[in-house]
Nanobody, 128 residues
C-alpha cells in the first residue's frame, strides 16, 4: 500500500510563488507516474500536471502552462509542484496521486481515474 502526504500549501497573494511537495512511502516510487490534481469548493477535481516514472515526460493543464512546473526526485521518493504567478483562481486543495500505469500515452495521465493512490491534500489559497 502506498501512502502519499502533501505539504507546502498556504495563504499567499496573487503573483506569489509556492512549492508543493509530496512524499511517498510503502511502494516502489520510481515505477509510478505521479500527478497533481486540485479541487476548488463546489467544483470537480481538475488535472494540474503529471510526470512519468522516467521523469522524461511531463504534462500540464492549459490553465497552468508557463506558471507551474512538476518535477520528481526518485532518490527521495518526492514529487514537487513549483507554482509561480499564482492567481486567485488557483485556490484549491491540491492532491498528489500515483499511478501504476506504465504507458507513454498523453491522455490517460490527465484523468483522475488513472491513479491508484491519493494523498489527503494541502490547501492553497491565493488572495487578490
Amino acid at each position: 500500500q502506498v501512502q502519499l502526504v502533501e505539504s507546502g500549501g498556504g495563504l499567499v497573494q496573487a503573483g506569489d510563488s509556492l512549492r508543493l511537495s509530496c512524499v511517498a512511502s510503502g511502494g516502489t516510487f520510481r515505477t509510478y507516474t505521479m500527478g497533481w490534481f486540485r479541487q476548488a469548493p463546489g467544483k470537480e477535481r481538475e488535472f494540474v500536471a503529471a510526470i512519468f516514472w522516467s521523469a522524461d515526460t511531463t504534462y500540464g493543464s492549459d490553465s497552468v502552462k508557463g506558471r507551474f512546473t512538476i518535477s520528481r526526485d526518485n532518490a527521495k521518493n518526492m514529487v514537487y509542484l513549483q507554482m509561480n504567478s499564482l492567481r486567485p483562481d488557483d485556490t484549491a486543495v491540491y492532491h498528489c496521486a500515483a499511478s501504476r500505469t506504465r504507458d507513454y500515452g498523453s491522455a490517460w495521465p490527465r484523468s483522475s481515474a488513472s491513479y491508484d493512490y491519493w494523498g489527503p491534500g494541502t490547501q492553497v489559497t491565493v488572495s487578490s
